[in-house]
């Protein structure tokens, strides 16, 4: 079981740049998959996590076995979460920029709160100190497929 962490967050929170998009973090998995030599691979994403496996297998598609989308976003070929998620946008009006970066999602604002879920205060004192902004760029880019039919006959399980 290999659980990577994207570019710019995280354990990897010190690699984030102006650069940093959805296309990196696409990148970041397809690159494990080749790196490692993985094959028939479920990937599995979590919220934004689901449109990371979509392009990863769009660009791995003889790595992958399956997706799944665990209370994941899926979306389609040209879209992007913020276009496509009320909820996304409404995150940029509590946006800052530090060193070019335009980072939503701060751990010191209710709104993270309210889209995480989480309610028991144990937990979310737990989860401030590891969580890190996340970069607009990644929820404003569209994804892009260049095979969309095939990826979509890949095995998917979604779970709500």
Same mark, same amino acid.
């Given at each position: 079981?290999? $659980? ?10 010190? #690699?984030?740049?102006?650069? $940093? ?7 970041? =998995?397809? *690159? ?24 990863? *297998? ?9 997706? @799944?989308?665990?209370? *994941? !976003? =899926? ?10 998620? +009320? ?10 920029? @530090?060193?070019?970066?335009? #980072?939503?999602?701060? +751990?010191?604002?209710? @709104? ?18 590891? #969580? ?9 880019? +569209?994804? !892009?497929? *260049?095979?969309?039919? !095939? @990826?979509?006959?890949? +095995?998917?399980? =979604? =779970?709500?």
């Amino acid at each position: 079981m290999h $659980t990577p962490t994207l570019t710019g967050l995280g354990d990897r929170a010190h #690699l984030l740049s102006p650069d $940093t998009g959805l296309d990196t973090h696409i990148t970041d =998995i397809a *690159a494990m998959l080749a790196s490692e030599d993985l094959r028939d691979t479920i990937l599995v994403g979590h919220s934004y996590g689901g449109i990371v496996i979509t392009g990863a *297998a769009d660009r791995a598609l003889d790595r992958v076995g399956q997706l @799944v989308f665990l209370d *994941a !976003a =899926i979306l389609s070929h040209g879209e992007s979460l913020a276009g496509t998620t +009320p909820a996304i946008r409404a995150v940029r009006d509590e946006s800052r920029t @530090v060193d070019g970066v335009e #980072l939503v999602l701060w +751990p010191d604002q209710p @709104v993270a709160r309210a889209i995480y879920g989480v309610s028991d205060e144990a937990d979310w004192a737990w989860m401030r100190e590891r #969580l890190r902004p996340h970069p607009w760029r990644t929820f404003a880019e +569209p994804l !892009a497929l *260049a095979n969309s039919e !095939a @990826v979509a006959r890949l +095995p998917r399980t =979604i =779970i709500n």
